[in-house]
C-alpha cells in the first residue's frame, strides 16, 4: 500500500471539488473492495476523501411514488427496508445474495455499483491486465476464464462485473444521481453507468473525474412476480457464475438482467420482448453476440436453464 | 519405553478421564482470543520490526538483476535480504525448492526477497519498490503433457514404485466384468486459517523462533541445516497454531526469511507469509492422473486390480503415493500399482491431510461404484464381498484389527441406504434430483517414537511437556485425559505445555499419527514417574494404584503429592516400537454415505445429509476426535466439489491464490454430519490401543459425493471437482 493522504468531505459538492482539485484522488464509502485493492497496489490512490460524513443515508420517497437510495446506504439496510422487500424484491433477494453479512454492513450502494472486477488476472500484480496496467494486455484470454465474460467483451478484456445488486437495479431501471466537481448534477440511467470494456477496460463508468454519486433512484415499482437467481458453486460467499433478474408480469412480459456474463448487468430490451416464447428464446437473443471462452461456454446454457427455472416458478 | 507385544491391561485401560467426551482444556484461550498465535507473540521479546515477503513474479528461468536502491531509500526500511546478500544457506533435509530463490527461479511466488522495516505497512509498501528484472525460462507446468516423460521415482515414504502380485494383465484380461478408467484430481491447497508465520530473535549466536509449525524437531533440524549452525543454537516455540493439514510439516520460508531478516536487521523480526503468496510460495497436494482397472467375476469378486498414478514435482520433490490403499483396500489374487512422477517447475507438491490416499481415494472409490453398476450389485454389497482380512499382498500378514465390513454394514442402515434406487435419476424432491452415494474410508495407523517429561510438584499438580503439537486437533486435552488416567488426578490438576524444542521430542502432528503416538510416549513418562513415586513412597510401584490423587497399596495409602514433598519428582521416556506394525498391517477404516441434491435446472450441488461410520482403534476423547472428523468431511466435501488450485500453464503459477478464488466450503455448504465410532481397541497400536482418526476422515469422503452425484443425475465425472459445467450436458431437460 504507498501512503496517501486524507480528508473527511463535509457535503458532496465539496467532496467531489476535492477530488478534482487533487491529484489521484479517490472516494472512500465502505472501502471493502478499496481497501484490499490499495494493500496490493492495484489501487494507488494519492488522496483519500472520506464521504462517509455525507448524511446520504436515507431512503425517501419520491415524488413520482419511487425510492430514493442514498449513496451512503449499507447493502444491509437497503435489502432490509420494507419498502425495498415490498415493492423491489428482486433488489432485496439481489443483496442478500451478495458478499457475506459482515460485508454487506459495511458496502454501500454506491460502491458496490464502483466496485471492480475479480478477475484473479486483474488480482495478480505479475501479470499482465488492460484493466489494471493498459498495454500490458489480457492475461484471461487464453487463461483461467470459467468465471469471466462470454458476450460483451473485447480482444481487451473478457472481466464480468461481480455486483448482484447492480443487476437487480437495470432490471429495475434505477437512476443514478450524481453531483459535479462545478455543482452541477446529472442523472444517469444504470443502463449508461458502466461501459463495455472495448479498447480501454480502465475506464469502467462514464462518471468524470470527481463526479461522486449521491443516490440512487429507483422508479414507482412495477409490480409483478420477482426473482433473483444466483448460481454459484458453493452456496454463499461467491461471485455469480451466471445470475438471472428477473420481473415477470402477469401477462407474460418482463424484464431481465442477467449477472456473471458480462462487464456490466447484460440486459437488452429486444430479447425481454421475446419472453412470452420462453427463456430459449429470450437467451438466444441476449446472447446473439457471445463470444465465450472454451471454459466458460458452458454459461450460455447455464443462463438459460436458470431463466427458464426463474420463469417456471414466477408463472406457478 | 519399548513397546514389543500386544498390549494388556493397563492404568489406561480404567477409563476414568480416556474415553470420555471432553472439551479442549485450552479452548476458553481460544473462544477468547487469548491463546497467542506465533504472530500475536508481542511479548516475547522487545523492539520487533517487521518483514515482508517478495515472491518471484515468474514461474521457471533467473533473476537477471535485483535494484534494491528505491526501496532501501524508502521510510522506515532496515534491511532487506536476497539471496545476494544471505550469504551462504544449505537447504533443509525435508525442502525441495530453496526457501529463498535467486538467481535461479525454481516456481513462482518462491521468496525473492525480505523487506524489513519498523512497522507491517512500510515494509509492505518498500516491498512493492523492489525492482528485479527476471529472464523467463521454459518451464513444464501441464501434468498431462509431462506424464509421457514421467520416471519412476524411487521408492519413498509411501512405498515402491511398483508393485506386482500374480499376474494382472492375464486375469484382468480374462475378466468377465472389466472396468477400465482414468480420474484426475486437481492441484489443493491447504488453506488453513493462520498463515504461516514466524518471529525471530537472535541472541549471542542462538535462534529462537515463535512459529507456527506441525514438527517442531524437523523444523529446528531443517533450520539449523539451512542456516549452517549447529542445532542446539536453535529452539523452535510453537504452542497454538491455526491449523496446518500438512502445511506447516516443514520449515518455510517464513522461518528462514524471520532469521536472516532478524541477522541483517540487527533486532527481532516478524514475518508472515501474505495471503496470496501462500498458495503458490508453500507446498500443495499435487494433481494426480489415475488409470484404475478392475477385473471381476459377475458375483462380484474381484479377480485383478491394478492402479496406476502419475503426478509431477520439482526437483527432489517425491511423488503422490496415489495407489498405496489399492494395495490393501479389497481381496483379488492379481495386483499390480504403478506410481510414476514427472518433472514440473510449479511448486512444491507435498503433504496434504491424508497424503496419498486422500487423492487415491478419490478415484480407487468411483472406481468401484462404478464397476457395481457394470456389475449390477449394491455398492456396499460389492465392498463387503470384496472384504480381506490379511493383507493381500502378504496373507500370512493380518490386519490388526479391521470393521469395514461392520462400518459399511452398520453406516447403511443407520443412513437409509435401502431407500437408494440404484437406477440414477430417479429421486427427486423438488427442484432437487437427489441421490446418495457411499465410499469405504481406508488410511494408515503410522507408529513412530515419541517422548515427554512429566513432573509431579507438591501441590499435586502433574505437569507434561512434549514438544508435541496441537494443530487444532485437540493433543492438549489428549494429553491431560493420558496423564490424568495415568496419575490418578482430576484432569484440572494436569498441566501440558507443549511445541517447545527444548522439550523431549514427540511424533509431532501429521500422518494421523499425533494422538496415538503422543500420549503412548505420555504414557510411557508416566510409567516411569509412577515407579519413582511409588518408591519414593515406600510402595511395590508393580502394586500401587493411583487414584483420586492418592497411592494405595493393599491397606495403606498416602496422597500423591506426598512424593513431592522434598522436591518435584521428574521422568522422561519415550514410546519406541518393535515389530508389531510389520508383524501386524494396522490400519483405520470406515465408510462415508453422503446424500447430496442436484438442482435440476442449474446443476447446482449440494450436500444434504452426510454420516461417517468409522473403527480406529480406541477414541481417546470421542468429541475431539467427531471434531476431527467432521472436519475431514467437510475438507472432502471441498474437494469433491470445488477445491481447484488451476495451473495457468503459459505462466507457470496457480492462478487461485487466494481464498475468493480457491473456494473451500462455507457453513451454508455443510449439513447435518453425522459420525459414529465402532468400540474398538486395538492392543498392537499401543499402550494406548489407539489409532489415528483425523485423516481417516476425508478418504473417500468425495468419491462418496461424486457417487451420489451420479446416483442423483445419471451423470459420471471422473474428473474433480465437481462442478455444474460437468453435468450440464448430462441434465435432464428443463420443464
Same mark, same amino acid.
Given at each position: 500500500?504507498?501512503?496517501?493522504?486524507?480528508?473527511?468531505?463535509?457535503?458532496?459538492?465539496?467532496?467531489?471539488?476535492?477530488?478534482?482539485?487533487?491529484?489521484?484522488?479517490?472516494?472512500? %464509502?465502505?472501502?471493502?473492495?478499496?481497501?484490499?485493492?490499495?494493500?496490493?497496489?492495484?489501487?494507488?490512490?494519492?488522496?483519500?476523501?472520506?464521504?462517509?460524513?455525507?448524511?446520504?443515508?436515507?431512503?425517501?420517497?419520491?415524488?413520482?411514488?419511487?425510492?430514493?437510495?442514498? %449513496?451512503?446506504?449499507?447493502?444491509?439496510?437497503?435489502?432490509?427496508?420494507?419498502?425495498?422487500?415490498?415493492?423491489?424484491?428482486?433488489?432485496?433477494?439481489?443483496?442478500?445474495?451478495?458478499?457475506?453479512?459482515?460485508?454487506?454492513?459495511?458496502?454501500?450502494?454506491?460502491?458496490?455499483?464502483?466496485?471492480?472486477?475479480?478477475?484473479?488476472?486483474?488480482?495478480?500484480?505479475?501479470?499482465?491486465?488492460?484493466?489494471?496496467?493498459?498495454?500490458?494486455?489480457?492475461?484471461?484470454?487464453?487463461?483461467?476464464?470459467?468465471?469471466?465474460?462470454?458476450?460483451?467483451?473485447?480482444?481487451?478484456?473478457?472481466?464480468?462485473?461481480?455486483?448482484?445488486?447492480?443487476?437487480?437495479?437495470?432490471?429495475?431501471?434505477?437512476?443514478?444521481?450524481?453531483?459535479?466537481?462545478?455543482?452541477?448534477?446529472?442523472?444517469?440511467?444504470?443502463?449508461?453507468?458502466?461501459?463495455?470494456?472495448?479498447?480501454?477496460?480502465?475506464?469502467?463508468?462514464?462518471?468524470?473525474?470527481?463526479?461522486?454519486?449521491?443516490?440512487?433512484?429507483?422508479?414507482?415499482?412495477?409490480?409483478?412476480?420477482?426473482?433473483?437467481?444466483?448460481?454459484?458453486?458453493?452456496?454463499?460467499?461467491?461471485?455469480?457464475?451466471?445470475?438471472?433478474?428477473?420481473?415477470?408480469?402477469?401477462?407474460?412480459?418482463?424484464?431481465?438482467?442477467?449477472?456473471?456474463?458480462?462487464?456490466?448487468?447484460?440486459?437488452?430490451?429486444?430479447?425481454?420482448?421475446?419472453?412470452?416464447?420462453?427463456?430459449?428464446?429470450?437467451?438466444?437473443?441476449?446472447?446473439?453476440?457471445?463470444?465465450?471462452?472454451?471454459?466458460?461456454?458452458?454459461?450460455?446454457?447455464?443462463?438459460?436453464?436458470?431463466?427458464?427455472?426463474?420463469?417456471?416458478?414466477?408463472?406457478? | 519405553?519399548?513397546?514389543?507385544?500386544?498390549?494388556?491391561?493397563?492404568?489406561?485401560?480404567?477409563?476414568?478421564?480416556?474415553?470420555?467426551?471432553?472439551?479442549?482444556?485450552?479452548?476458553?484461550?481460544?473462544?477468547?482470543?487469548?491463546?497467542?498465535?506465533?504472530?500475536?507473540?508481542?511479548?516475547?521479546?522487545?523492539?520487533?520490526?517487521?518483514?515482508?515477503?517478495?515472491?518471484?513474479?515468474?514461474?521457471?528461468?533467473?533473476?537477471?538483476?535485483?535494484?534494491?536502491?528505491?526501496?532501501?531509500?524508502?521510510?522506515?526500511?532496515?534491511?532487506?535480504?536476497?539471496?545476494?546478500?544471505?550469504?551462504?544457506?544449505?537447504?533443509?533435509?525435508?525442502?525441495?525448492?530453496?526457501?529463498?530463490?535467486?538467481?535461479?527461479?525454481?516456481?513462482?511466488?518462491?521468496?525473492?526477497?525480505?523487506?524489513?522495516?519498523?512497522?507491517?505497512?512500510?515494509?509492505?509498501?518498500?516491498?512493492?519498490?523492489?525492482?528485479?528484472?527476471?529472464?523467463?525460462?521454459?518451464?513444464?507446468?501441464?501434468?498431462?503433457?509431462?506424464?509421457?516423460?514421467?520416471?519412476?521415482?524411487?521408492?519413498?515414504?509411501?512405498?515402491?514404485?511398483?508393485?506386482?502380485?500374480?499376474?494382472?494383465?492375464?486375469?484382468?484380461?480374462?475378466?468377465?466384468?472389466?472396468?477400465?478408467?482414468?480420474?484426475?484430481?486437481?492441484?489443493?491447497?491447504?488453506?488453513?486459517?493462520?498463515?504461516?508465520?514466524?518471529?525471530?530473535?537472535?541472541?549471542?549466536?542462538?535462534?529462537?523462533?515463535?512459529?507456527?509449525?506441525?514438527?517442531?524437531?524437523?523444523?529446528?533440524?531443517?533450520?539449523?541445516?539451512?542456516?549452517?549452525?549447529?542445532?542446539?543454537?536453535?529452539?523452535?516455540?510453537?504452542?497454538?497454531?491455526?491449523?496446518?493439514?500438512?502445511?506447516?510439516?516443514?520449515?518455510?520460508?517464513?522461518?528462514?526469511?524471520?532469521?536472516?531478516?532478524?541477522?541483517?536487521?540487527?533486532?527481532?523480526?516478524?514475518?508472515?507469509?501474505?495471503?496470496?503468496?501462500?498458495?503458490?510460495?508453500?507446498?500443495?497436494?499435487?494433481?494426480?492422473?489415475?488409470?484404475?482397472?478392475?477385473?471381476?467375476?459377475?458375483?462380484?469378486?474381484?479377480?485383478?486390480?491394478?492402479?496406476?498414478?502419475?503426478?509431477?514435482?520439482?526437483?527432489?520433490?517425491?511423488?503422490?503415493?496415489?495407489?498405496?490403499?489399492?494395495?490393501?483396500?479389497?481381496?483379488?489374487?492379481?495386483?499390480?500399482?504403478?506410481?510414476?512422477?514427472?518433472?514440473?517447475?510449479?511448486?512444491?507438491?507435498?503433504?496434504?491431510?491424508?497424503?496419498?490416499?486422500?487423492?487415491?481415494?478419490?478415484?480407487?472409490?468411483?472406481?468401484?461404484?462404478?464397476?457395481?453398476?457394470?456389475?449390477?450389485?449394491?455398492?456396499?454389497?460389492?465392498?463387503?464381498?470384496?472384504?480381506?482380512?490379511?493383507?493381500?499382498?502378504?496373507?500370512?500378514?493380518?490386519?490388526?484389527?479391521?470393521?469395514?465390513?461392520?462400518?459399511?454394514?452398520?453406516?447403511?442402515?443407520?443412513?437409509?441406504?435401502?431407500?437408494?434406487?440404484?437406477?440414477?435419476?430417479?429421486?427427486?424432491?423438488?427442484?432437487?434430483?437427489?441421490?446418495?452415494?457411499?465410499?469405504?474410508?481406508?488410511?494408515?495407523?503410522?507408529?513412530?517414537?515419541?517422548?515427554?517429561?512429566?513432573?509431579?510438584?507438591?501441590?499435586?499438580?502433574?505437569?507434561?511437556?512434549?514438544?508435541?503439537?496441537?494443530?487444532?486437533?485437540?493433543?492438549?486435552?489428549?494429553?491431560?485425559?493420558?496423564?490424568?488416567?495415568?496419575?490418578?488426578?482430576?484432569?484440572?490438576?494436569?498441566?501440558?505445555?507443549?511445541?517447545?524444542?527444548?522439550?523431549?521430542?514427540?511424533?509431532?502432528?501429521?500422518?494421523?499419527?499425533?494422538?496415538?503416538?503422543?500420549?503412548?510416549?505420555?504414557?510411557?513418562?508416566?510409567?516411569?514417574?509412577?515407579?519413582?513415586?511409588?518408591?519414593?513412597?515406600?510402595?511395590?510401584?508393580?502394586?500401587?494404584?493411583?487414584?483420586?490423587?492418592?497411592?494405595?497399596?493393599?491397606?495403606?495409602?498416602?496422597?500423591?503429592?506426598?512424593?513431592?514433598?522434598?522436591?518435584?519428582?521428574?521422568?522422561?521416556?519415550?514410546?519406541?516400537?518393535?515389530?508389531?506394525?510389520?508383524?501386524?498391517?494396522?490400519?483405520?477404516?470406515?465408510?462415508?454415505?453422503?446424500?447430496?441434491?442436484?438442482?435440476?435446472?442449474?446443476?447446482?450441488?449440494?450436500?444434504?445429509?452426510?454420516?461417517?461410520?468409522?473403527?480406529?482403534?480406541?477414541?481417546?476423547?470421542?468429541?475431539?476426535?467427531?471434531?476431527?472428523?467432521?472436519?475431514?468431511?467437510?475438507?472432502?466435501?471441498?474437494?469433491?466439489?470445488?477445491?481447484?488450485?488451476?495451473?495457468?500453464?503459459?505462466?507457470?503459477?496457480?492462478?487461485?491464490?487466494?481464498?475468493?478464488?480457491?473456494?473451500?466450503?462455507?457453513?451454508?455448504?455443510?449439513?447435518?454430519?453425522?459420525?459414529?465410532?465402532?468400540?474398538?481397541?486395538?492392543?498392537?497400536?499401543?499402550?494406548?490401543?489407539?489409532?489415528?482418526?483425523?485423516?481417516?476422515?476425508?478418504?473417500?469422503?468425495?468419491?462418496?459425493?461424486?457417487?451420489?452425484?451420479?446416483?442423483?443425475?445419471?451423470?459420471?465425472?471422473?474428473?474433480?471437482?465437481?462442478?455444474?459445467?460437468?453435468?450440464?450436458?448430462?441434465?435432464?431437460?428443463?420443464?
Amino acid at each position: 500500500m504507498r501512503a496517501f493522504s486524507y480528508e473527511r468531505a463535509t457535503s458532496p459538492g465539496a467532496a467531489a471539488t476535492a477530488a478534482a482539485s487533487t491529484a489521484n484522488a479517490k472516494f472512500i %464509502a465502505g472501502g471493502t473492495n478499496l481497501l484490499d485493492l490499495m494493500k496490493l497496489e492495484i489501487e494507488t490512490p494519492a488522496h483519500l476523501i472520506d464521504v462517509n460524513d455525507l448524511a446520504l443515508d436515507r431512503i425517501e420517497q419520491t415524488a413520482d411514488g419511487g425510492l430514493r437510495i442514498g %449513496a451512503l446506504v449499507r447493502n444491509t439496510d437497503l435489502a432490509a427496508d420494507a419498502r425495498v422487500r415490498r415493492d423491489y424484491g428482486v433488489l432485496s433477494r439481489a443483496l442478500l445474495a451478495g458478499a457475506s453479512g459482515q460485508l454487506r454492513n459495511k458496502a454501500t450502494t454506491a460502491g458496490n455499483l464502483l466496485q471492480r472486477t475479480r478477475c484473479p488476472y486483474f488480482y495478480d500484480t505479475d501479470l499482465p491486465c488492460n484493466k489494471r496496467k493498459p498495454g500490458s494486455g489480457c492475461a484471461a484470454i487464453g487463461g483461467f476464464s470459467r468465471q469471466l465474460a462470454v458476450v460483451g467483451a473485447s480482444e481487451a478484456c473478457i472481466a464480468t462485473h461481480p455486483s448482484d445488486m447492480a443487476v437487480a437495479m437495470r432490471a429495475l431501471d434505477a437512476v443514478v444521481e450524481t453531483v459535479r466537481p462545478d455543482g452541477a448534477t446529472r442523472s444517469i440511467p444504470i443502463a449508461d453507468l458502466h461501459r463495455l470494456p472495448g479498447d480501454s477496460p480502465e475506464i469502467e463508468t462514464v462518471l468524470q473525474p470527481g463526479e461522486l454519486i449521491t443516490a440512487v433512484a429507483l422508479p414507482k415499482p412495477v409490480g409483478g412476480k420477482q426473482a433473483y437467481r444466483k448460481v454459484r458453486d458453493r452456496a454463499s460467499y461467491a461471485f455469480a457464475l451466471v445470475s438471472v433478474a428477473a420481473i415477470v408480469q402477469p401477462d407474460g412480459t418482463g424484464r431481465v438482467a442477467l449477472g456473471g456474463v458480462a462487464h456490466k448487468p447484460w440486459r437488452l430490451e429486444a430479447a425481454e420482448a421475446k419472453l412470452p416464447d420462453g427463456a430459449k428464446a429470450v437467451t438466444a437473443r441476449l446472447f446473439a453476440d457471445a463470444k465465450p471462452t472454451k471454459d466458460n461456454a458452458y454459461k450460455l446454457q447455464l443462463a438459460e436453464r436458470t431463466l427458464a427455472a426463474v420463469l417456471r416458478e414466477a408463472r406457478a | 519405553m519399548r513397546f514389543e507385544h500386544p498390549a494388556t491391561f493397563n492404568p489406561i485401560d480404567q477409563l476414568k478421564v480416556i474415553g470420555h467426551p471432553t472439551s479442549r482444556i485450552e479452548g476458553p484461550l481460544k473462544t477468547t482470543g487469548t491463546a497467542p498465535y506465533a504472530y500475536e507473540r508481542h511479548d516475547v521479546v522487545t523492539n520487533q520490526a517487521y518483514g515482508y515477503v517478495v515472491g518471484s513474479a515468474i514461474g521457471k528461468g533467473r533473476i537477471a538483476t535485483i535494484n534494491l536502491e528505491a526501496a532501501n531509500a524508502a521510510p522506515g526500511v532496515l534491511a532487506i535480504v536476497t539471496a545476494e546478500n544471505a550469504g551462504k544457506l544449505g537447504k533443509g533435509e525435508r525442502n525441495a525448492a530453496p526457501l529463498l530463490g535467486g538467481p535461479e527461479i525454481a516456481h513462482y511466488h518462491q521468496a525473492v526477497a525480505v523487506v524489513v522495516a519498523g512497522t507491517f505497512e512500510q515494509a509492505r509498501a518498500a516491498a512493492q519498490l523492489v525492482r528485479i528484472d527476471y529472464v523467463k525460462g521454459d518451464g513444464k507446468f501441464d501434468l498431462a503433457a509431462a506424464i509421457d516423460a514421467a520416471g519412476t521415482p524411487t521408492p519413498s515414504f509411501g512405498g515402491p514404485a511398483d508393485t506386482a502380485v500374480g499376474d494382472f494383465a492375464v486375469s484382468f484380461a480374462a475378466a468377465p466384468v472389466q472396468l477400465d478408467a482414468t480420474y484426475t484430481t486437481p492441484d489443493q491447497g491447504h488453506a488453513m486459517m493462520e498463515p504461516h508465520a514466524s518471529i525471530a530473535a537472535w541472541d549471542d549466536g542462538k535462534l529462537t523462533v515463535w512459529t507456527s509449525n506441525q514438527m517442531i524437531a524437523w523444523g529446528a533440524e531443517d533450520m539449523a541445516k539451512t542456516l549452517g549452525i549447529p542445532k542446539e543454537n536453535v529452539r523452535l516455540v510453537s504452542p497454538y497454531i491455526g491449523g496446518g493439514f500438512g502445511g506447516k510439516l516443514f520449515l518455510r520460508a517464513d522461518v528462514l526469511l524471520a532469521a536472516l531478516g532478524a541477522r541483517a536487521a540487527g533486532r527481532p523480526v516478524k514475518v508472515t507469509l501474505q495471503r496470496p503468496l501462500m498458495f503458490n510460495n508453500t507446498t500443495h497436494r499435487p494433481a494426480t492422473i489415475q488409470r484404475i482397472r478392475i477385473g471381476a467375476e459377475r458375483d462380484g469378486r474381484i479377480t485383478a486390480i491394478g492402479h496406476e498414478s502419475w503426478s509431477g514435482n520439482v526437483k527432489d520433490g517425491e511423488p503422490e503415493m496415489a495407489v498405496s490403499q489399492t494395495r490393501l483396500l479389497y481381496a483379488g489374487a492379481n495386483r499390480m500399482t504403478a506410481t510414476r512422477l514427472a518433472a514440473l517447475d510449479l511448486p512444491e507438491g507435498n503433504a496434504m491431510r491424508a497424503p496419498g490416499e486422500a487423492s487415491g481415494m478419490m478415484a480407487l472409490e468411483i472406481a468401484i461404484d462404478e464397476l457395481a453398476d457394470k456389475l449390477g450389485i449394491d455398492p456396499v454389497v460389492l465392498r463387503i464381498s470384496n472384504d480381506t482380512q490379511v493383507d493381500p499382498e502378504h496373507p500370512e500378514r493380518h490386519f490388526s484389527q479391521r470393521q469395514l465390513v461392520q462400518c459399511l454394514s452398520d453406516g447403511a442402515a443407520r443412513f437409509g441406504w435401502d431407500k437408494r434406487d440404484p437406477k440414477p435419476g430417479q429421486i427427486r424432491d423438488g427442484r432437487w434430483l437427489v441421490g446418495m452415494g457411499v465410499a469405504a474410508a481406508f488410511r494408515n495407523n503410522l507408529v513412530t517414537k515419541s517422548a515427554a517429561r512429566v513432573r509431579l510438584d507438591q501441590q499435586g499438580t502433574v505437569t507434561v511437556e512434549t514438544d508435541m503439537t496441537d494443530i487444532g486437533t485437540g493433543s492438549y486435552t489428549i494429553i491431560a485425559q493420558t496423564a490424568a488416567e495415568m496419575m490418578g488426578v482430576p484432569l484440572e490438576r494436569v498441566v501440558v505445555r507443549l511445541g517447545d524444542s527444548d522439550f523431549p521430542v514427540s511424533c509431532g502432528s501429521g500422518g494421523q499419527w499425533g494422538g496415538n503416538n503422543s500420549t503412548a510416549g505420555v504414557y510411557a513418562a508416566c510409567v516411569k514417574l509412577r515407579e519413582s513415586i511409588a518408591q519414593k513412597l515406600g510402595f511395590n510401584s508393580e502394586e500401587a494404584e493411583f487414584a483420586d490423587g492418592v497411592v494405595r497399596s493393599g491397606n495403606r495409602s498416602a496422597p500423591l503429592a506426598q512424593a513431592a514433598g522434598q522436591g518435584d519428582l521428574v521422568a522422561e521416556d519415550a514410546i519406541e516400537y518393535g515389530d508389531l506394525a510389520k508383524t501386524y498391517q494396522q490400519s483405520t477404516f470406515g465408510a462415508h454415505f453422503v446424500e447430496v441434491g442436484v438442482d435440476a435446472d442449474t446443476a447446482e450441488i449440494r450436500v444434504r445429509r452426510m454420516l461417517a461410520v468409522c473403527a480406529a482403534g480406541r477414541i481417546l476423547n470421542p468429541k475431539a476426535a467427531r471434531s476431527q472428523v467432521i472436519g475431514a468431511m467437510t475438507m472432502g466435501v471441498g474437494a469433491a466439489l470445488m477445491e481447484y488450485l488451476v495451473v495457468d500453464k503459459r505462466h507457470g503459477l496457480f492462478i487461485t491464490h487466494d481464498l475468493a478464488a480457491y473456494e473451500v466450503p462455507v457453513h451454508a455448504d455443510i449439513p447435518h454430519q453425522d459420525v459414529i465410532f465402532l468400540d474398538e481397541t486395538d492392543p498392537m497400536s499401543s499402550p494406548m490401543k489407539a489409532k489415528g482418526v483425523a485423516e481417516l476422515g476425508i478418504c473417500g469422503v468425495a468419491a462418496a459425493v461424486a457417487n451420489a452425484v451420479h446416483n442423483a443425475t445419471g451423470v459420471r465425472v471422473r474428473d474433480y471437482p465437481i462442478t455444474l459445467d460437468k453435468l450440464l450436458a448430462g441434465m435432464p431437460e428443463p420443464v
